[in-house]
């Protein structure tokens, strides 16, 4: 057992039954401390898409929580992920966000490594060292990488479940937008920028929170000019018909507003237009392949979060990262998500619809990051933070469907999914490892949620 879990009574900051969550979750440092060790020491954590690294010496760099790490493609074709830490002493091995290398050289001493993360080279090592140094033994520190529809996930721990595993109920969702003619490409390099919140504000928000949509994007919705502007103010009966939200066993949830992927943006708009016209022209064969009912979710606005801290918006087509730097700051990353047989006019209005609304100098994206700062700031004051956080929305209100799988909130505006990413967070954070979790009743957080 690590030392933090026996100073944070992970118990206290979630209440599964009444909705609840304790304050402490977004200011407290050994909190933040525990989430790096049980969460991002634990949980898969997005890494590349295929699409950003095609070809054998392609890499891309990011972070796994505060580690850096390397993503390569190999020769033949797969995928491995290192630290970004030069083995000799410690420096930082590759500056560059994106590239293609046949090896990667430290600036400090000139050690150099393969794609394969193999010491090759070590300057003058004949005449230095003189044999004494076993190369084989320095080579970079390799990271556990698997991929679900070419999506690339890290993991630091052996134990973890697969990624297939992991991702369980929302894959069904995933494939809907992911599993199309083509498949997806991502578009990058992402922008990034620092927002000064704690790394869950944004991961709950994208997870299923649709009941801010009308009010914090009001004015961006009106402005935009698409059909969502008609919910703008929440004025709109909003719940019968509008929508679903879906929450999953690992935290992962999905949320759907009927139809509306194009609604963000103005009716008679170019992008608009072409948004609209792609959309009925694929979506009569995803109602073929898939029936009517779950048919329906391609060309519908989309939401989610793949637990603990990738979202998406399909719609505005975003894609994030949310990187802790503390408890109280995050580095966001952002790309675009396009389909890979969208005409290229249709993928550059798709991407500059992306940087005007969710970019990072984006209106929705101004709109969110203004509530997400004061939640995390306010959350640090002397009384303030003894207080407790409610998302009891639709409480009671859940189902079982036979035809979408996880936990459903029955209406569009709900906190399902807020609530089935805090019971994980708990039952993680809480837990001695993955053989512990992985031994309840792969059944029994459906009845924790719904209470019966
Ligand atoms: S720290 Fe990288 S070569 Fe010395
Ligand atoms: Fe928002």
Redesign the pocket.
């Known amino acids: 057992m690590s030392t933090n879990r026996t100073q944070v009574d992970v118990e206290s900051l979630v209440d599964v039954k009444n909705g609840i969550q304790a304050k402490r979750i977004f200011w407290d440092q050994q909190i933040y401390d525990l989430e790096i060790e049980q969460i991002f020491g634990k949980c898969w954590q997005f890494l590349t898409h295929d699409s950003l690294i095609p070809n054998p010496g392609d890499f891309t760099t990011g972070y796994m929580a505060e580690d850096e790490v390397i993503v390569t493609r190999q020769d033949d074709g797969s995928v491995k992920a290192f630290l970004n830490v030069c083995t000799h002493r410690g420096a930082r091995l590759v500056a560059a966000e994106a590239g293609n290398a046949r090896a990667f050289s430290c600036t400090y001493h000139g050690w150099s490594f393969g794609m394969d993360g193999a010491l090759k080279v070590v300057p003058m090592e004949e005449e230095l060292y003189r044999g004494s140094l076993d190369k084989s033994k320095f080579g970079l520190r390799e990271i556990r990488v698997e991929s679900y529809r070419g999506l690339y996930y890290g993991n630091f721990d052996a134990q973890a479940p697969s990624l297939n595993d992991y991702l369980g109920d929302v894959k069904f969702y995933l494939d809907i937008w992911m599993d199309i003619n083509g498949g997806i490409e991502l578009v990058g390099p992402p922008s990034r920028s620092l927002l000064n919140c704690n790394w869950k504000t944004p991961a709950e928000?994208f997870v299923g929170?649709t009941y801010?949509?009308g009010w914090?994007?009001l004015a961006s919705l009106m402005a935009l000019g698409g059909e969502l502007a008609a919910i703008g103010g929440n004025e709109a009966p909003p719940n019968e018909g509008l929508g679903m939200q879906v929450t999953s066993r690992f935290g992962h949830g999905f949320g759907v507003l009927w139809d509306a992927a194009p609604a963000v943006h103005a009716i008679n708009s170019k992008a608009g237009t072409l948004y609209r016209e792609w959309f009925a022209s694929r979506k009569p064969k995803m109602v073929e392949k898939l029936g009517a009912k779950v048919g329906r979710i391609y060309g519908s606005h989309l939401n989610g979060t793949v637990f603990p801290n990738n979202s998406y918006l399909l719609g505005t087509n975003t894609f994030k990262l949310w990187v802790p730097r503390g408890p109280h700051q995050i580095e966001v990353f952002t790309w675009a998500i396009v389909e890979k047989e969208m005409p290229a006019e249709l993928k550059n209005a798709v991407v500059s619809g992306m940087n005007s609304t969710f970019g990072s100098a984006g209106m929705?994206e101004a709109?969110?990051s203004d509530n997400m700062e004061t939640m995390t700031q306010n959350n640090r004051g002397r009384m303030t933070r003894e207080g407790k956080l409610n998302s009891q929305l639709g409480l009671g209100f859940h189902k079982l469907d036979p035809d979408f799988p996880g936990v459903i909130g029955q209406s569009a505006i709900g906190e399902t999914s807020y609530r089935g990413f805090y019971r994980a967070y708990k039952e993680i954070m809480g837990a001695d490892n993955w053989k512990a979790i992985l031994k309840l009743d792969p059944d029994a957080w459906k009845h924790e949620l719904i209470g019966q």
């Open positions: 928000n929170d801010h949509v914090t994007h929705l709109d969110d």
